[in-house]
């Protein structure tokens, strides 16, 4: 099965996988987003559409990018029951032709089924879709995750640690990492106790 055959069939169960309240990272860091309220956002494997939607609602005009159609469809009709306006284009990391210095906030939580080599290219696609001042904002899996096993991939090539965002992001002008082990609640998808480490960054 393939990874796009793997989440559309994730997607089409009824109701949403991950629920439709944001990611609580995300949620926490509410006003370094309306600080950038009229601004161009992009949220990565954004899925239906939880976490560029709440981006909306702070006031940012949000490209979701996702590579599920039926996702997508989930998100818009989210978007349309909060009321806001929501952007969606169908596309793969590993395809997607990522524009130069367009975006004002970058948002990625939990999209870590890129293997290493993709991930090294997305995360520079991410740096130079970012505008000078930009934020970015990442959220992900440790290794410990493989314990927890209440969410994200199996492989632990697949998971993030501080000395990779540290190479990979380190050349931005504010870097801030946190790692906690913390309970998430995020629809059937993440629950549980989590081996979680987030990323605050600014271009």
Do not use: C
Not at 11 to 28: I, V
Not at 48 to 62: S, T
Not at 117 to 146: D, H, S, W
Not at 162 to 170: D, Q
């Amino acid at each position: 099965m393939s990874e796009f055959e793997r989440w559309e069939k994730r997607f089409a169960a009824p109701g949403y996988l991950f629920g439709t309240a944001p990611n609580a990272f995300l949620k926490s860091k509410a006003d370094l987003l309306k600080a950038k309220a009229g601004g161009k956002a992009l949220s990565l494997a954004d899925g239906e559409g939880r976490n560029g939607v709440f981006m909306a609602e702070q006031g940012l005009d949000v490209l979701s990018l996702d590579i599920s159609p039926i996702a997508q469809d989930k998100a818009r009709k989210l978007a349309k029951e909060r009321g806001v306006a929501l952007r969606t284009e169908l596309g793969d990391l590993a395809t997607w032709t990522w524009p130069k210095a367009e975006f004002d906030v970058i948002v990625g939580i939990f999209f870590q089924f890129t293997p290493p080599e993709l991930r090294r290219a997305v995360f520079g696609n991410i740096k130079q879709a970012l505008k000078p001042g930009g934020l970015l904002l990442i959220q992900g899996y440790r290794p410990k995750q493989l314990e927890y096993k209440t969410g994200g991939p199996s492989e632990v090539e697949r998971l993030y640690t501080r000395a990779m965002l540290e190479e990979s992001f380190g050349d931005l002008a504010s870097l801030d990492i946190q790692e906690h082990d913390s309970v998430v609640s995020e629809g059937a998808g993440h629950a549980g106790m989590s081996a979680l480490i987030d990323l605050v960054g600014r271009k």
